[in-house]
């Protein structure tokens, strides 16, 4: 599949398929709910040997519907079930009262409260379906209390597997934040929402993940895809293909590799471009080093390293395939890039923060304006416009990536990156997607906002995420220099004249994914130096 959507996107895909006529709301609801059930076991096979006792809170919507089907789904498996209900049965959509009505002729349904909830022994697995992306507001404090009530029975000491139905409740799936009340002190301990997604061992979810789920600020539990059946509609029929965000590294990352970077091609070492780095002075030239190692590594025909005449003699004694030049103020690098076999440059890390380097940046934004050759700017190259952003928003174009983290994100787009803390999307919060789409737009460029998950977002709308979480996590990537050298890593693919047709976005999209699985091929031990070393082992996976 490779994308991930949004609520709106999911709900205009049900949408699409039902008016096709191919499901109906009542297939999908039964395929959700049994499908949750398949994955809890598929994850956990011990559990259906043992038809142990379950616990199923319902909520007042369809994601109760699932919940229903959930409990007879485990009673025709021979479960001791549960099942409490938060909301009116008249109330319920057509859909979700034909589930409850299906599960109230096999058992009772209890009013979900903290004391009822809390009675009896704990059970072995507890199926959160109270509720799902019809989020609109802080979920009420019963249902969380219920929730911890089940979880903390007295009666049992082995700790409760909690599956979420969709996501876990609270949780606004298109940010991955969790609602939050305005006062914070009636979200203490157990009626803080967020604890429910901290206490999720598995998440279902339907059809493709959403973008909350790749984002994952809260909980660490990993994320199951089922399918029920909404390909029977192609997803350009219902969403604008640039409207959905793509999941990297997509279903088949090899092949996309090659198609994105055109690596393995053949070629000469003019035809796999030139790729320039500019570096600092003396004792800061580590950063730029790694990077243009990093570039040389992806494949870069040439790199040359460009560094103030003073720091000449140290950069020499480190480099030997790379090439050095003299670039030390600004006029050097518009000279420097009248060359127009330069195809890439890269700037920022270990260059200083100040005018220096800003007028570094925009005369390599203006000297590669017009003809098509790549830039990305990095560290320094982005502070260095803290207070005056918009002169960088100016001179930016198409070809160039920008690559903050989120500290330097906040430094150019403070208002964006305030409204990313606030977790109420009534209250004008932004999601971390919407965020860097918003940059994007705005800079007329290619934003790579660094993090666990990676968000990448571009001019035309595009945006993809990289999400290095579950059995993607590299803890040990947050190292010193590991972003000088993603840095590297762009400016190599982008020096290349195959990848020329290939767009701003796929590129940096490419250098994350083998950024990350460098670091994922090295292991625990990893420092910055040793990610350019991996590469030919990660190209060499990769069929290269
Ligand atoms: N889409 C699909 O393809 C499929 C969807 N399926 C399932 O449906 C789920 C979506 O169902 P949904 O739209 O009914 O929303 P859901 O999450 O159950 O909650 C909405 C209800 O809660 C209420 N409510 C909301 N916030 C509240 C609060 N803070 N406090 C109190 N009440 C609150 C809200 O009331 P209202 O805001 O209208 O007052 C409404 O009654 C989805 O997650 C998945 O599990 C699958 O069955 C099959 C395929
Ligand atoms: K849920």
Not at 80 to 98: C, H, I, M, N, Y
Not at 224 to 230: K, P
Not at 304 to 314: D, H, I, Q
């Amino acid at each position: 599949m490779g994308e991930i959507l949004t609520s709106a996107q999911m709900r205009a895909k049900e949408r699409r398929v039902m008016q096709a006529g191919e499901v109906t709301g009542l297939g999908l609801m039964e395929r959700a709910g049994q499908g949750v059930l398949d994955e809890t076991f598929r994850k956990f096979p011990d559990l259906d040997k043992c038809k142990a006792h379950a616990v199923v809170l319902c909520g007042p919507g369809n994601n109760g519907g699932d919940g229903f089907v959930i409990a007879r789904g485990l009673f025709e498996r021979g479960w001791k079930v549960e099942v409490f209900f938060w909301g009116k049965a008249e109330k319920l959509s057509d859909d979700a009262r034909q589930m409850h009505d299906a599960w109230a002729a096999l058992g009772p349904i209890h009013s979900m409260t903290p004391q009822s909830a809390g009675q009896g022994e704990r059970p072995t697995l507890l199926f959160d379906a109270m509720f799902g992306i019809g989020i609109s507001r802080p979920i009420p404090i019963e249902c969380a209390l219920s929730f911890h009530a089940v979880c903390d029975r007295a009666s049992g000491d082995k700790k409760v597997i909690c599956i979420a139905v969709d996501c876990p409740s609270g949780v606004d799936v298109d940010t991955g934040a969790t609602l939050l009340r305005d006062d914070p002190s009636r979200a203490n301990g157990d009626t803080d929402p967020r604890k429910i997604a901290e206490r999720t061992d598995l998440c279902v979810t339907f059809h493709a993940p959403k973008l909350g789920h790749c984002l994952a600020e809260l909980g660490r539990h990993p994320v199951a895809v089922v399918d029920i059946g909404l390909d029977a509609v192609p997803a350009d029929a219902v969403i604008p293909p640039d409207g959905v965000t793509r999941s990297i590294p997509p279903v088949a990352p090899e092949t996309w590799l090659k198609e994105v970077t055109g690596l393995g091609r053949g070629g000469h070492k003019y035809t796999r471009g030139h790729a320039l780095i500019l570096a600092g002075g003396v004792g800061k030239g580590g950063a730029g080093r790694m990077a243009a190692r990093a570039a040389l590594r992806t494949g870069a025909g040439l790199v040359t390293l460009g560094v103030p005449s003073e720091a000449l003699a140290e950069n020499a004694a480190h480099l030997n395939a790379i090439m050095l030049t003299e670039i030390s103020s600004a006029k050097d690098v518009s000279q420097a890039l009248e060359d127009t076999r330069l195809s890439s440059v890269c700037l920022g890390p270990g260059l200083g923060v100040g005018m220096e380097t800003r007028d570094r940046v925009l005369a390599v934004l203006r000297a590669t304006a017009s003809d098509g050759r790549r830039a990305v700017l990095d560290a320094d190259a982005l502070s260095s416009f803290a207070d005056a952003p918009e002169v960088m928003f100016e001179a930016c174009h198409e070809n160039v990536v920008i690559t903050p983290h989120e500290g330097e994100f906040a430094r150019l787009f403070p208002d964006l990156a305030e409204k990313v803390r606030i977790s109420d999307p009534s209250k004008q919060g932004l999601g971390k997607v919407e965020a860097t789409k918003l940059a994007a737009e705005r800079l007329g460029a290619t934003v790579l906002l660094k993090g666990e998950a990676t968000v990448l977002a571009d001019q035309r709308g595009a945006s993809a995420i990289h999400s290095a979480l579950h059995d993607r996590a590299v803890p040990w990537l947050g190292t010193a220099g590991a972003g000088d050298v993603l840095a590297g890593i762009i400016a190599g693919l982008t020096a290349h004249q195959v990848a020329a047709t290939s767009a701003m976005i796929d590129l940096a999209a490419a250098a994350v994914w083998l950024h990350a699985q460098a670091a994922r091929s090295f292991g625990p031990g990893l420092i910055a130096e040793d990610l350019p070393e991996q590469l030919p082992k990660v190209f060499r996976e990769c069929g290269f």
